[in-house]
């Protein structure tokens, strides 16, 4: 064998081993893949439960800050105004709003603000943190509650978009939205905003409401010690209130004056004099327009619109109402009422209206709305008995269905009517006590005669009546069953609005209107949502006013054009209404063609009269709201209600052109017998009258004419009252009507009392 060669060996050197590569990683012992798993379970389960508490601590529910802009998230008054632009009143909740653009103020304005409430505002990014956050904290510590330190940014979106709470929840979602405002708006916008935003004391929020409470003025008039004083009070506005804290009020203004002197927005001779001038604020009042009127409006806009876009919507509202006639009439009510106490009348109410169109001009739903009781209902669309009022509804559907013409002659004699149900008969009487004996409608009506009224229901009927008042838009008549022949007399409650809007009818050439309150209707952002449209609408109704187009009126007939015409003819007529009024009464407008009525109850609780010309229609009513009895003195029908009529109708009808009606086609005017009431070509040789008559009626009458045997008192001829044993039969020529019969050559006696 071969031997193998070894490295030789010396024992004095020591036997070398062989070398280990040197490592300079520390040494590990392997983790169980287990643990590392579950490190990272760990982990991802805190960042989950961490994202949960964030979300519904923090962001869950939380509003965008994008709703602050166009105000959608912020509550704003709507505006009520007449139709001239004069402000009536502004419609809120509980905040009352109005927007007003920041290049629109005083630079001052913006600068009192920031001076006292972040004068970092344009340096920081809605957060504050040293001079907001570490101060809140400090404070928070120190005191044990939960402090401010809060920038404008914060400050808005806090009172805009979350709740008042004060905890620390509320003051991180305070700190994200005021982080993520900044991302959306700009720093004016965010300024313009906060403006608009915070409460200046009691209802009145922003700035332009807080100016015009305060200073009876709009924020873009202010000075610079008003700017100061408004700034000051966000902060605490009851405690600043220069209202209720005068003293703490000027102090806490000049405090913000000295700010501003410090940031350099004004000088300090500026600053010392805007401190020197006193402090100057208006007595708190309710400002209010027209407040019947107002809130009738608010109630037909919260019917379109629901009440919480009415209230808090900013919806700008231009109404029919014209505020210097409704001022007027306020004061001649308010004038006659106390001229009345004497005899017992408290109240009163009217309204005044354009028959073509339908508007309303003014409306005065009492003598005094912060009157209490019960100044504040509004009478106007109360339901009250009209009266004799409703008669001339009454007479054009009898002759308008051809059943009567205003010749026609009614026996006004004691008649007796017989009431379904009843044993005791219904006997009218006459508001004079007398009877009248032959009568043509139109003296009938313009003196307002009860007897000849109920035997023109009862020829009409009750129910077809009551059928036929609904197409005068007066839908309080519902059961006719409930109403009897004295409903011509006033002996079924209606609304004074239901009347105006019937007798527009006869203005209008049988046409009535619908009554309107509102002619324009905007949102916050100036969108219109709706407009009121008529061919006869006129903006200035003060200007002389012509004939309505008649020809482009719309909208079904109540009665035929003939018959509106005679209608308004009798009630203007004021000759045939000399027996009862006299030819110099109330009811007359100087130097104008007006048809009018009146209306008393028989219980004096109600008293009435209304009037119209093409253009202009008044009703008035006078009363007491307890439905206490007014004095005898006011049967006649002119002196409660008529005297506040004549004095409104004559302001409206000023500078007005005189408009008598014009007869239409289908109208005659011809010679009629005033005995039988038919035309004098029917019955030639007749005593006559001249009459106007709807073609086709020359003939119509209610009345047979006949020899009889009749009852008279010797001696005399006077036909002979039941029981007269002084009595012989004599041959004499009767007239008779359905329900009553009158001798007519028989010798007269003075009608008793």
């Known amino acids: ?48 439960s961490l994202s949960v508490f964030l979300y519904f601590f923090i962001f869950r529910d939380l509003p965008n800050p994008n709703s602050l802009r166009d105000f959608k998230a912020i509550p704003i008054s709507t505006h009520i105004y007449d139709r001239n632009g004069k402000l009536l009143y502004e419609i809120f909740s509980e905040q009352n709003r109005t927007p007003v653009r920041l290049e629109s103020l005083p630079k001052y304005v913006a600068q009192a603000t920031i001076a006292v409430e972040d004068k970092d505002f344009y340096r920081h990014s809605g957060v504050s943190i040293i001079s907001g956050v570490l101060r809140a904290i400090k404070d928070t510590y120190l005191t044990n509650q939960l402090q401010g330190g809060s920038t404008l940014t914060q400050q808005l979106v806090k009172s805009a978009l979350l709740s008042p709470e004060r ?119 309710v400002d209010i327009k027209a407040p019947h009127f107002v809130f009738y409006v608010k109630k037909e806009l919260e019917e379109l619109y629901g009440k919480e876009l009415v209230e808090e919507g900013g919806l700008r509202v231009t109404t029919t109402l014209d505020l210097d006639i409704q001022a007027s009439a306020e004061a001649i009510l308010r004038e006659e009422i106390a001229q ?54 009454n007479y ?103 009347m105006a809007q019937a007798f527009s009818a006869f203005p209008n050439r049988g046409r009535p209107k619908k009554l309107q309150s509102i002619l324009k209707i905007e949102d916050k952002t100036g969108k219109t949502l709706a407009t009121f449209v008529d061919p006869n609408f006129v903006a200035d109704v003060k200007k002389p006013l012509k004939s309505p187009n008649f020809f482009a009126m719309r909208g079904p007939r109540a009665i035929k054009e003939g018959t509106a015409f005679i209608i308004s003819h009798i009630l203007q007529d004021n000759q045939a209404r000399s027996a009862a009024f006299g030819t ?81 086609d289908g109208v005659i005017g011809t010679r009629v017998c005033t005995t039988t009431g038919v035309a004098a070509s029917v019955s030639p040789g007749c005593a006559t009258r001249f009459e106007y008559l709807l073609e086709g009626t020359e003939a119509v009458s209610l009345l047979n004419v006949g020899r009889a045997s009749v009852p008279v008192t010797r001696d005399t001829d006077v036909a002979a009252a039941p029981g007269d044993p002084n009595v012989e039969m004599k041959e004499k020529t009767v007239l008779r009507d359905k329900f009553s019969s009158v001798c007519l050559d028989c010798a007269r006696q003075p009608p008793p009392n």
Not at 21 to 32: G, L
Request: overall charge positive; aromatic content about 8%.
């Open 396 to 498: 054009a559907i009898g002759i308008d269905r051809k059943i009567v013409t205003a010749s026609s002659v009614f026996l006004d004699v004691q008649t007796c009517f017989d009431v379904p149900g009843q044993v005791q008969k219904y006997c009218p009487r006459n508001y004079d006590g007398k009877f009248h004996g032959p009568v043509g409608l139109r003296y009938a009506l313009a003196n307002s005669y009860n007897i000849p009224a109920v035997k023109m229901m009862a020829y009409n009927g009750v129910s077809d009546f009551i059928a036929s008042a609904e197409a005068f838009m007066i839908n309080s008549f519902q059961d006719p069953s409930r109403y009897g022949l004295s409903l011509t007399l006033g002996g079924g409650e209606m609304k004074m609005t239901e």
């Open 1 to 48: 064998m071969t031997e193998k060669s070894h490295p030789q060996h010396h024992p004095d050197t020591p036997e070398q081993k062989p070398k280990k590569k040197r490592s300079f990683m520390p040494h590990k012992k392997a983790v169980p893949k287990f643990l590392l798993t579950a490190f990272l379970a760990v982990v991802v389960i805190g960042l989950m």
């Open 167 to 285: 905890t620390v929840q509320r003051k991180a979602k305070e700190i994200v939205l005021a982080l993520w405002a900044e991302r959306i708006f700009s720093k004016d916008e965010i300024l313009e905003l906060y403006l608009n935003q915070v409460p200046y004391g009691g209802e009145a929020y922003g700035v332009e409401e807080a100016s015009k409470k305060f200073f009876g003025k709009s924020a873009t008039e202010i000075t610079l010690p008003e700017a100061a004083l408004l700034a000051g009070l966000p902060q605490a506005p009851s405690l600043y209130s220069p209202y209720l804290n005068p003293e703490l009020a000027k102090s806490r203004r000049n405090d913000v004056l000295d700010r501003m002197v410090q940031e350099g927005y004004i000088t300090a001779d500026e600053g010392e004099r805007a401190k020197a001038s006193p402090i100057e604020v208006q007595l708190p009042k």
């Open 584 to 664: 110099n009464s109330e009811l007359v407008i100087k130097g104008k063609t007006v048809s009018v009525k009146t209306g008393t109850t028989d219980s004096l609780k109600d008293n009435w009269t209304i009037g119209f010309t093409p253009n202009f229609l008044t009703v008035v009513w006078v009363g007491n709201n307890d439905n206490t009895p007014m004095n005898q003195n006011l049967v006649s029908g002119v002196t409660g209600a008529a005297p506040i009529w004549n004095r409104v109708m004559t302001m409206v009808l000023e500078n007005q052109p005189d408009l008598p009606p014009v007869k239409p």
């Open 340 to 393: 009345l106490k004497n005899l017992n009348v408290t109240n009163g109410a009217l309204l005044v209206t354009r028959p073509p169109t339908g508007e309303i001009l003014a409306m005065v739903g009492s003598v005094d709305y912060f009157a209490t009781p019960s100044g504040a209902f509004n009478v106007t669309t109360a339901n009250r008995q009209p009266g004799s009022t409703i008669k001339p509804i």
